[in-house]
């Protein structure tokens, strides 16, 4: 290569990796600042390995598991832990169940029960628009909440645009029925997923970290009886918002629902396959609420997975090609950065400073630290990512005064709410992959709904939580 | 010659795909019409893959087919592809996914050597220039950006030659500008202008502007040779000699009837980057077609 080419090649790489660099010129600058007061060594340098983190996450300069590695070297060479300590760090029933959820969803999107979810809905439903829409949101968050936003998502986005395609040929004419339409499933799925422990990587984060920290932990069922009635709330709410924000182009979709029952009745008769899928999973679910205190949410997600790969249901080539490997390594190397931000005692300094910033507020107005912590989940949850935001948040809140369950449900319960923008959550990915609606769609129905699930959940935290404790 | 052509959509690519139909016609060229999709957080991409092959089982293509299958239709239209090919329709399933982020579909060339049509997703810089890397094309075309940055990172990054399409420019009645001075970017530009205004039979104007009053050995010498070039092909060019900033003149020179073909630059590609380049001025500061020659 000559120098001009090596040298524009250099110029090039420079521009694509320019925020990998600001991350290591702003941890060697702060590596080379003294440790802040109250704070162990240790702790610092574990804050310099969150800032690098954070920035390769959000700017995405680097493919996941090279963020994953550096996270877990970084650990290592700034002596916060020896290599075997990491290591177990990393592993855990949290990274189990992402795993096993990633390879279940691929599992379930296989079984083709697309086809009569639609005839559901249809038969529930009938053809006004605004009621497709409300049992698109609905639908998608109660199966959300067992089985996680993106396996909804992939089920729900060729229903949904298969009725768009039915309805009219030309996407111009129906961009705010799309819209409509696919922020229904995004956003149902979204709500839904904080259902239930096994609706989202980031519960089990959560439960993870209560039983790491030695905090009081709740049951499968407990966790539904604190979660499930705001997501009765909120789907009717988000339905009259996407309605409102969204004015359907025709309010009858009645040549789209023909066709569409047309297509999905031909569909074939439910197989043995099917039939099989759907009592693993029921299993599955049954372990949740039953064993996952014993053995674990994790264990019961793989023992799922291990079944359906007896029984034929999926393969291992499928399972292999679908699970995106980085999401679990860098969920692994996050959770690992979580337990040593507890261990070295970050967390509690952050915890600390957040309180003398909050000052008498925060211990005697419960609200404010819950808007505190909603707020600063919901910004990271739309930037970063929701489990990762858990991830990286849990150890701090939950170090924060107050019942570390209320804290830790209300963190919870907050990163899903990543309405603002598509990389929030992999549901909200999903529907703009479909090229149909636009990011700037994402703000516009984004921040109503957002601001109204904030206050409706410091409402709800603080009331209904306060009555049945 | 290998002609990569990079559309965005049926309502503004069609210019590009026009003019770079007719170049590959022209030079018997082989042809990749390329369409680079949104970029996919890393976080969804394996979610959005499993939901793409959902919605594909209910026969709704993935975003960008329909781009594609309206540039089959043009080509179908134009006949760019043969008889059979056309009629056998535009085959959705017949679009291979050959990895590294690069679905295709390979068509027969009905003049052209042959046309494949693929999709790629990602960032549109980076895309480019991995296929450009990938399969060594001569030249990129792609319709202009109303991105700032985007002349910019093509004319630095892009290993091959950039034309920049914009509207609607048959060569008919239309004007080849040859901008020449004496840097090594003129004698390869030199070599294109000759063979597009060859193969079109366009009129061209050479252009040589110096800052100076009076015109240099150098200057005077490549504008001579540029003549001759041009006289070589059998088209008599007409001779423009002028003194002041060469990009001003270059774009006071320059009609909407004209395609401009210049050289690269070859500043120091760390000046070139904060700086900019006569090129990169001209592509950002003029209405006409611009032709880099890399």
Redesign the interface.
């Known amino acids: 290569m000559q120098y001009p080419q090596l040298l524009n090649s250099t110029i090039y790489w420079l521009t694509q990796k320019r925020w990998l660099l600001f991350a290591f010129i702003v941890a060697l600058a702060l590596f080379l600042l003294p440790t802040p007061s109250g704070l162990s060594l240790s702790g610092y340098r574990i804050l310099i390995i969150v800032i690098i983190a954070l920035t390769l996450i959000i700017t995405e300069s680097l493919p996941l598991p090279g963020i994953a590695f550096i996270i877990i070297i970084l650990e290592v060479y700034f002596g916060i832990g020896d290599a075997n300590s990491i290591a177990r760090s990393f592993m855990n029933d949290a990274v189990f169940f992402i795993m096993g959820s990633l390879m279940l969803a691929v599992a379930i999107v296989r079984q083709g029960w697309d086809k009569r979810i639609a005839l559901g809905i249809i038969k529930l439903t009938g053809n006004k628009t605004h009621r497709v829409a409300f049992g698109f949101a609905a639908i998608s968050a109660v199966l959300a909440s067992f089985v996680g936003e993106h396996t909804v998502a992939a089920i729900m986005l060729p229903i949904a645009l298969t009725l768009i395609k039915y309805t009219s040929k030309d996407r111009k004419k129906v961009r705010r029925l799309s819209a409509y339409l696919l922020f229904s499933i995004a956003y149902g799925s979204l709500i839904g997923s904080v259902g239930t422990p096994s609706g989202g990587g980031r519960n089990v984060i959560l439960i993870h970290y209560w039983q790491e920290f030695g905090m009081p932990q709740i049951s499968y069922l407990e966790w539904m009886k604190f979660a499930y009635p705001l997501i009765l709330i909120q789907i009717p709410i988000l339905s009259w918002i996407l309605w409102k924000n969204f004015p359907p182009e025709k309010t009858v979709l009645d040549t789209g629902i023909r066709r569409l029952k047309t297509k999905v009745a031909n569909s074939n008769q439910i197989t043995t396959k099917q039939i099989t899928a759907l009592i693993i999973f029921f299993m599955v679910f049954l372990g949740w609420v039953f064993l996952s205190e014993t053995v674990g949410l994790g264990i019961i997600a793989l023992t799922g997975v291990v079944m359906y790969l007896i029984t034929g249901c999926v393969t291992w080539d499928d399972l292999h090609k679908h699970v995106n490997w980085g999401v679990i390594l860098l969920f692994g190397a996050t959770i690992s950065m979580g337990a040593q931000i507890n261990h070295t005692g970050a967390a509690e300094w952050l915890a600390n400073n957040v309180i003398k910033f909050g000052g008498e507020l925060m211990t005697s107005v419960p609200i404010f630290t819950d808007g505190l912590v909603i707020l600063l989940t919901t910004f990271l949850a739309n930037v970063l990512s929701s489990s990762a935001t858990v991830a990286v948040l849990g150890p701090i809140t939950l170090n924060l005064p107050g019942d570390s369950t209320h804290i830790g449900l209300v963190m919870a319960i907050s990163s899903a709410f990543g309405y603002f923008t598509a990389v929030a959550a992999p549901a909200c990915t999903i529907i703009y992959a479909s090229g149909l609606v636009k990011a700037r769609d994402f703000l516009k129905a984004g921040w109503k709904i957002g601001l109204i699930s904030i206050i409706l959940l410091i409402i709800y935290a603080n009331t209904y939580w306060a009555i049945i404790n | 010659m290998k002609i990569l052509i990079a559309i965005s959509s049926k309502e503004y690519s069609k210019p590009t795909l026009q003019v770079g139909m007719w170049a590959a016609k022209a030079f018997n060229a082989s042809v990749t019409i390329a369409y680079v999709?949104?970029k996919?957080?890393?976080?969804?991409?394996?979610?959005?893959?499993?939901?793409?092959e959902?919605?594909a089982?209910?026969?709704?293509e993935r975003?960008?087919v329909q781009v594609l299958e309206w540039a089959f239709n043009y080509l179908a239209e134009n006949k760019y592809i043969t008889p059979e090919t056309a009629k056998a329709g535009f085959q959705r399933n017949t679009l291979v996914d050959r990895g590294k982020n690069r679905v295709e579909l390979h068509l027969k060339g009905n003049y052209c050597e042959g046309v494949d049509l693929i999709l790629r997703r990602g960032d549109i810089i980076?895309e480019l220039?991995n296929e450009v890397a990938q399969n060594g094309y001569d030249i990129t075309i792609i319709g202009r950006s109303k991105k700032r940055r985007m002349a910019h990172d093509l004319v630095?990054?892009i290993?091959s030659s950039i034309y920049i399409a914009r509207d609607l420019a048959p060569p008919e009645g239309h004007r080849l500008l040859q901008a020449v001075d004496d840097s090594k970017g003129t004698a390869k530009a030199l070599v294109y202008g000759s063979q597009v205004a060859k193969a079109f039979k366009m009129p061209v104007d050479v252009l040589t502007v110096s800052k100076r009053e009076s015109f240099g050995k150098g200057y005077m010498g490549a504008h001579k040779k540029a003549l001759r070039a041009f006289e070589k092909v059998g088209i008599k060019p007409v001779s423009i000699l002028k003194v002041g900033d060469p990009v001003s003149e270059v774009i006071k020179t320059a009609t909407a009837k004209h395609l401009i073909v210049m050289g690269v630059s070859?500043l120091?590609?760390?000046v070139k980057?904060f700086k900019g380049s006569k090129p990169l001025k001209v592509i950002n500061q003029c209405n006409s077609p611009v032709l880099i020659v890399k």
């Not at chain 2, 089982?57 to 709704?60: D, E, M, N, R, S």
Request: charge should be neutral; hydrophobic fraction near 35%; aromatic fraction near 12%.
């Open positions: 999709g949104q996919i957080s890393a976080f969804g991409t394996s979610d959005v893959g499993l939901a793409q959902s919605i089982k209910w026969g709704i975003p960008g980076p220039r630095q990054y290993d070859h120091n590609p760390i980057f």
